[in-house]
């Protein structure tokens, strides 16, 4: 037998070659060993069971979102894996197994739970075994599930993954339209108390109008703005008249009886009367001087003219103290006018601050009634929604590849226990010799 000690020039390393012809001389142990584990594993894979597996494949959906800045960016990739993996652990969840468990009445299925000598099995064991039987899992960096049922039946695994999908999309369904039945009921009782509120606010609008009688507001506040900017027109007018009336009332007061001052004053000069007159005692004054000349004093014709002339004198001071009355009673009616119209103009300017008052008020209530029936109609379109929505699924998960009946089973891994045996066998015969 060949020695393994180590030789001089390896140290103590051992000696390959020598381990090479041991191995080769107890070849027949390592043949028996590898023959051993080809039966053993023969044996294995004909008792073992063949498992199947279906495998059905879901989509989740996302919504569009704007996106404007790196920081909601990273938000929404979090929200997205949340949800992802919220769908992944809701396809395993106890409550959606127990779904499954009664809707397709698996508990009395022969090839779902065959019959044990300890009695019927608990819902808690049912849940556990058919939990044992799925397993979902979610595809790295993307948006897709995998949903595989493993049995020995291979058309039982297309029925458990069709049927857990099936019934998560209608657990989805049923909890949209039960949150629809929670919202309509919501919106119809808010819609009942705006109404009765919209009510109110119509009716103390409607009591205001009658109070006030401002069923034409909006005509009497264009009125009253109109008088008001007439009556400052007039006013304004009004008053100029009165200055310039005032200013030549002042003047005659000032020149009393003198005549000739007076006739200095426009408004005494400028009257017609006056100026006619004027012309009349220049006419004759030229006359007299034309008769001096040709006549004396004592002459009929002389001595007439001279008393044409002083009727004509005698008639401008009766037209320049007419004109003083004129311009007085002009300057009374002037202050008497304007003082009607400041009056006029203040109490015009009284109701438009009570018409100020009403509006403000007016609109307030309308305002409300505006706001009130916005609110009512708002909440009554909101139940039209929910009511037309309610029963349309939104599920945001939908079906990429249904289960189909797999034709070949994934369990036992045929060529992998193969290898895994001869390797076995190959190590066990090695190890025998190397002991012996």
Same mark, same amino acid.
């Given at each position: 037998?060949?020695?393994? &000690?180590?030789? #001089?020039?390896?140290?103590?390393?051992?000696?390959? =070659?020598?381990?090479?012809?041991?191995?080769?001389?107890?070849?027949?142990?390592?043949?028996?060993?590898?023959?051993?584990?080809?039966?053993?594993?023969?044996?294995?894979?004909?008792?073992?069971?063949?498992?199947?597996?279906?495998?059905?494949?879901?989509?989740?959906?996302?919504?569009?979102?704007?996106?404007?800045?790196?920081?909601?960016?990273?938000?929404?990739?979090?929200?997205?894996?949340?949800?992802?993996?919220?769908?992944?652990?809701?396809?395993? /969840?106890?409550?959606?197994?127990? =779904?499954?468990?009664?809707?397709?009445?698996?508990?009395?299925?022969?090839?779902?739970?065959? &019959?044990?000598?300890?009695?019927?099995?608990?819902?808690?064991?049912?849940?556990?075994?058919?939990?044992?039987?799925? $397993?979902? %899992?979610?595809?790295?960096?993307? %948006?897709?599930?995998?949903?595989?049922?493993?049995?020995?039946? #291979?058309?039982?695994?297309?029925?458990?993954?069709?049927?857990?999908?099936?019934?998560?999309?209608?657990?989805?369904?049923?909890?949209?339209?039960?949150?629809? $039945?929670?919202?309509?009921?919501?919106?119809?009782?808010?819609?009942?108390?705006?109404?009765?509120?919209?009510?109110?606010?119509?009716?103390?609008?409607?009591?205001?109008?009658?109070?006030?009688?401002? &069923?034409?507001?909006?005509? =009497?506040?264009?009125?009253?703005?109109?008088?008001?900017?007439?009556? /400052?027109?007039?006013?304004?007018?009004?008053? /100029?008249?009165?200055?310039?009336?005032?200013?030549?009332?002042?003047?005659?007061?000032?020149?009393?009886?003198?005549?000739?001052?007076?006739?200095?004053? #426009?408004?005494?000069?400028?009257?017609?009367?006056?100026?006619?007159?004027?012309?009349?005692?220049?006419?004759?004054?030229?006359?007299?001087?034309?008769?001096?000349?040709?006549?004396?004093?004592?002459?009929?014709?002389?001595?007439?003219?001279?008393?044409?002339?002083?009727?004509?004198?005698?008639?401008?001071?009766?037209?320049?103290?007419?004109?003083?009355?004129?311009?007085?009673?002009?300057?009374?009616?002037?202050?008497?006018?304007?003082?009607?119209?400041?009056?006029?103009?203040? @109490?015009?300017?009284?109701?438009?601050?009570?018409?100020?008052?009403?509006?403000? %008020?007016?609109?307030?209530?309308?305002?409300?009634?505006?706001?009130?029936?916005?609110?009512?109609?708002?909440?009554?379109? =909101?139940?039209? @929604?929910?009511?037309?929505?309610?029963?349309?699924? /939104?599920?945001?998960?939908?079906?990429?590849?249904?289960?189909?009946?797999?034709?070949?089973?994934?369990? #036992?891994?045929?060529?992998?226990?193969?290898?895994?045996?001869?390797?076995?066998?190959?190590?066990?015969?090695?190890?025998?010799?190397?002991?012996?």
């Amino acid at each position: 037998m060949p020695s393994l &000690a180590p030789s #001089p020039h390896t140290g103590h390393q051992p000696d390959l =070659r020598a381990l090479f012809y041991t191995v080769r001389e107890r070849a027949w142990i390592v043949a028996l060993c590898l023959l051993l584990a080809a039966l053993g594993t023969a044996g294995y894979l004909y008792r073992a069971p063949k498992i199947f597996a279906a495998k059905t494949v879901l989509q989740v959906e996302q919504e569009e979102q704007k996106i404007l800045n790196i920081e909601q960016v990273q938000k929404e990739h979090l929200q997205s894996l949340d949800f992802l993996k919220t769908v992944e652990q809701t396809l395993k /969840s106890r409550t959606l197994l127990e =779904r499954v468990l009664t809707n397709y009445n698996l508990a009395k299925h022969p090839r779902f739970a065959p &019959a044990s000598p300890e009695g019927p099995r608990s819902t808690e064991q049912l849940v556990t075994l058919l939990g044992d039987m799925v $397993d979902v %899992r979610l595809r790295k960096g993307t %948006r897709l599930i995998d949903v595989q049922a493993e049995h020995p039946v #291979p058309a039982f695994t297309e029925l458990i993954a069709n049927a857990l999908v099936r019934e998560y999309m209608r657990q989805s369904v049923e909890h949209n339209a039960s949150a629809s $039945d929670t919202a309509t009921e919501f919106l119809q009782t808010e819609a009942i108390r705006l109404k009765a509120r919209l009510d109110q606010s119509e009716a103390a609008l409607q009591t205001y109008q009658e109070q006030s009688q401002s &069923a034409s507001l909006e005509g =009497r506040q264009g009125v009253i703005k109109e008088n008001l900017r007439d009556l /400052s027109f007039k006013v304004t007018d009004a008053k /100029s008249a009165r200055i310039i009336q005032e200013s030549a009332h002042e003047q005659i007061r000032q020149m009393g009886t003198n005549l000739t001052g007076l006739l200095v004053i #426009p408004a005494v000069a400028n009257d017609p009367r006056v100026l006619e007159i004027r012309s009349q005692v220049a006419k004759q004054e030229s006359e007299i001087a034309n008769l001096t000349q040709r006549y004396r004093a004592r002459h009929p014709k002389y001595i007439q003219a001279h008393s044409q002339l002083a009727e004509w004198k005698s008639a401008l001071g009766i037209a320049i103290f007419n004109v003083t009355q004129t311009v007085r009673l002009a300057y009374q009616n002037a202050r008497t006018s304007e003082l009607a119209l400041e009056q006029a103009l203040r @109490e015009q300017e009284t109701a438009a601050l009570e018409m100020g008052k009403q509006t403000v %008020r007016y609109n307030e209530l309308a305002r409300d009634v505006e706001s009130d029936r916005a609110l009512f109609q708002s909440v009554l379109n =909101r139940i039209k @929604e929910t009511t037309v929505t309610k029963d349309i699924g /939104s599920s945001k998960v939908r079906v990429v590849q249904r289960a189909a009946v797999p034709e070949k089973p994934i369990k #036992p891994e045929k060529i992998k226990i193969i290898l895994m045996g001869l390797i076995a066998g190959l190590g066990l015969g090695v190890l025998l010799v190397l002991l012996l």
